[in-house]
């Protein structure tokens, strides 16, 4: 079955750092792409999601990018600030019903001011 | 804004015990689903409930049973627990059960066993 491999575990930045996360996907049927932010105590929140027809995507200071050759997908926060700390978790889903996310092991973004 | 909501938040019980989570969401969704998270921050779906009806059952151990007495909760029963089972169990819900679908997270509930 699909198998998402999300790198680093654990990542520290500065204020005003970019700050990237890497997931990889085995799966070539794969066809959305979810990243999910989960803030201490809270729960799990849609940053964005993509579709495997559209390879770069923006958000509020982040870019998700997806290379569906080598499957692929990063999200970068582009000048990180202490709000931005949080675990964030990327997914992957298939065309098909029963939707059935498959996520990465997760990264735990540390911003210090 | 939380929408789906599960309690308790936290439960320690005993190796053998039987406990039970519930989970209510006020979005009118179709989808329900059980999501574990363990001590690392893996989440692993386990069962997904689509308008009452049960579609996805991963492979869990049979002490697992899943409730639903209509679309809006989805509970979730845990026969006799075992130390294993410590982890945080994460209720979400989505308009329908295609690959497409945005989940929407409860804040968990957290079981510890002794």
């Known amino acids: 079955g699909e198998q998402v491999e999300q790198r680093p575990p654990h990542l520290s930045v500065r204020e005003g750092d970019s700050a990237v996360i890497t997931c990889t996907y085995t799966?070539?049927?794969?066809?959305?792409f979810f990243w999910y932010k989960q803030e201490p105590g809270a729960s799990l929140q849609l940053l964005m999601k993509?579709?495997?027809?559209?390879e770069i995507n923006e958000g509020q200071g982040f870019t998700v990018l997806l290379n569906k050759k080598d499957k692929r997908l990063s999200l970068n926060l582009t000048a990180a600030h202490p709000g931005d700390s949080a675990a964030y978790f990327c997914?992957?889903?298939?065309?098909?019903?029963?939707?059935?996310?498959?996520f990465g092991e997760g990264t735990k973004l540390t911003v210090s001011s | 804004e939380t929408a789906v909501f599960q309690t308790p938040n936290y439960h320690v019980t005993q190796v053998g015990n039987e406990v039970s989570f519930n989970c209510k969401q006020t979005?009118?969704?179709?989808?329900m689903y059980w999501y574990k998270q363990d001590s690392k921050k893996l989440l692993k779906i386990m069962f997904s409930?689509?308008?009452?009806?049960?579609?996805v059952n991963e492979t869990v151990p049979r002490r697992f049973s899943p409730q639903s007495s209509d679309k809006a909760h989805l509970n979730l029963r845990i026969k006799s627990v075992e130390p294993e089972d410590s982890a945080v169990y994460l209720c979400?819900?989505?308009?329908?059960?295609?690959?497409?679908?945005?989940?929407?997270f409860g804040s968990g509930t957290r079981l510890t066993v002794l």
């Open positions: 409930y689509n308008n009452k009806q049960l579609i």
């Open positions: 997914a992957v889903s298939n065309q098909g019903g029963s939707a059935k996310l498959i």
């Open positions: 799966d070539p049927n794969s066809y959305y």
């Open positions: 979400a819900s989505s308009r329908g059960g295609w690959g497409a679908e945005t989940l929407y």
């Open positions: 979005l009118g969704h179709d989808t």
């Open positions: 993509v579709f495997s027809s559209t």
